[in-house]
């Protein structure tokens, strides 16, 4: 890696890219979209969502355990709420080091999708994140549905 490359990584420090990251730009130093703080944390937060644990190459502890839930269906909505609201804390604490966590909200309905004639119902899954970014004291808000039983968004 040549002084200019080096330069080049060290001055990213603070810089947070779009997922997915088009690395092609970036090797050829051109810009490539770039994003917020607050905006590369709900990127972050939603792939630990929705990674099942141990999934991850490089460390087994990244990911949350939702997809534990796939095969159990029968649990009541509340154990599963409760499931959730557990592993996706943990798994923040753990992995998303700029966010202070406050607080984790989850919500599960069963929802019909399909079209009439082919009408199914999965369990609706609302995971709400409250923090206070650390690098700027502000407040963090981020909320994404998805569906499990098998898990799709």
Avoid: W
């Avoid at 420090?13 to 779009?18: E, L, R, T």
């Avoid at 909505?77 to 592993?87: L, M, P, Q, Y």
């Amino acid at each position: 890696m040549g002084q200019k490359s080096f330069k080049n990584i060290i001055a990213m420090k603070g810089i947070y890219y779009k997922i997915p990251i088009d690395f092609a730009k970036i090797m050829d130093e051109r810009d490539t979209e770039k994003v917020s703080i607050e905006q590369s944390i709900s990127q972050h937060i939603f792939i630990i969502v929705t990674t099942p644990l141990g999934r991850c190459k490089f460390d087994d502890s990244f990911g949350a355990e939702i997809f534990e839930v796939d095969f159990d269906l029968p649990k009541s909505d509340n154990s599963v709420k409760e499931f959730i609201a557990r592993t996706v804390t943990e798994s923040i604490v753990k992995h998303e080091q700029r966010l202070l966590l406050e607080d984790i909200e989850v919500a599960v309905k069963n929802t019909d999708i399909g079209k009439a004639d082919r009408k199914r119902v999965k369990k609706k899954v609302m995971v709400s994140v409250k923090g206070l970014v650390k690098e700027t004291d502000r407040p963090f808000f981020f909320q994404k549905s998805f569906f499990i039983g098998p898990l799709s968004y």
